[in-house]
């Protein structure tokens, strides 16, 4: 049974950091298509970063030079690194892990409980 449990959220300044975790088990996050996604109350959920089995990313404008996608293979997590926090970025953060090894058209099979960001001016 897959099962991803994100950490790291909280309330922080602009301007801040945090480093969200995604512990996977049941699976293996090296081996396929992982993203992060986010939803802000009221509005539909956004795809902000993702990462192939080769290690290749892409990130939605909104967030690109301002998070980093990345994982640790002997940890089995996945990681997202937001800095220069905004108010816009509050929203509750979820994980997802696909059965494929690449991103591009991915349906994504699996979603963590999600961790909550949010961001005061």
């Known amino acids: 049974q897959v099962q991803l449990v994100e950490s790291g959220g909280g309330s922080v300044q602009s301007g801040g950091s945090l480093r969200l975790s995604c512990a996977a088990s049941?699976?293996?996050?090296?081996?396929?298509?992982m993203g992060w996604f986010r939803q802000a109350p009221g509005k539909e959920r956004e795809g902000v970063a993702s990462?192939?089995?080769?290690?290749?990313?892409t990130y939605a404008p909104s967030v690109k030079d301002r998070f980093t996608i990345s994982r640790e293979n002997a940890k089995n997590t996945l990681y997202l690194q937001i800095n220069s926090l905004k108010p816009e970025d509050t929203a509750m953060y979820y994980c997802?892990?696909?059965?494929?090894?690449?991103?591009?058209?991915?349906?994504?099979?699996?979603w963590g409980q999600g961790t909550q960001v949010t961001v005061s001016s």
């Open positions: 997802a892990a696909a059965r494929a090894p690449y991103c591009a058209g991915v349906e994504y099979n699996y």
């Open positions: 049941g699976y293996t996050v090296s081996s396929y298509c």
């Open positions: 990462i192939d089995r080769l290690t290749r990313t």
